[in-house]
């Protein structure tokens, strides 16, 4: 799954985006750096609006339409790649609802005895890309609503967890973005893990495990090393 992420230079992954779709894209007012995105917190995604591509403040976490009437909605935060096209809860957003989620890095958890270590993915370069998204419209008291996909890890991600999201670089955006259904071997392809040698790991500070912290030292080294792992 993923659960946590970082978008701690808007700026910057918007223009990356933009470049990308050959879209000028504009920055909600309001929208900070984030160094510590979890379920329930509004973050800006690119979705196809009447007149192109455009920019929208979304809450993270899918609520599928047959949960809109419920007492207690219940929200998705991931989508799994090889199913979602398929399942009544996504089948929709798969075939006509097809966003970006801007990003600078995700975070998954290693177990290392009674510890769970955090740590940080990104690219190579270090520079932001997007998740492959899909949303829900507003309705009433619900808000629009976003899921990341997931697929299989790489083997960067392996060690760490047995998912990691579909994460587009410029050259797949424009290709994931829209309305109109993809062929199946277009989505298949798309949503395939990115190969690990574009990609980096380190372990952070356990301070990012608390969903309520937030700034610079979610994504600072570790305080020091857990005993149940070797020094050096």
Request: proline fraction near 12%.
């Amino acid at each position: 799954m993923c659960v946590r992420y970082t978008l701690h230079q808007p700026e910057e992954a918007l223009e990356a985006i933009a470049h990308a779709i050959a879209r000028k894209l504009a920055l909600p007012e309001g929208v900070k750096p984030n160094y510590n995105v979890t379920l329930t917190h509004v973050m800006p995604v690119v979705a196809a609006g009447a007149d192109g591509p455009e920019v929208r403040g979304m809450m993270w976490g899918l609520v599928p339409f047959y949960e809109k009437t419920k007492p207690t909605m219940r929200m998705l935060p991931n989508a799994k790649a090889e199913t979602a096209a398929t399942l009544a809860a996504f089948r929709q957003g798969v075939a006509k609802r097809r966003c970006l989620v801007p990003a600078n890095g995700f975070y998954e958890w290693q177990a290392v005895g009674n510890l769970k270590l955090p740590h940080l993915f990104t690219l190579q370069d270090g520079a932001p890309f997007a998740f492959a998204g899909i949303w829900e419209p507003a309705e009433d008291t619900t808000p629009a609503t976003y899921g990341i996909l997931t697929t299989a890890p790489n083997a960067l991600v392996a060690p760490i967890h047995n998912r990691m999201p579909v994460i587009l670089t410029p050259e797949l955006m424009p290709r994931w973005l829209g309305g109109d259904p993809l062929p199946e071997a277009e989505y298949r392809a798309l949503t395939q893990p990115l190969p690990a040698d574009r990609m980096s790991e380190r372990p952070v500070s356990r301070y990012v495990s608390n969903s309520r912290h937030e700034g610079p030292q979610c994504i600072a080294p570790p305080e020091e090393a857990p005993p149940e792992l070797p020094l050096g």
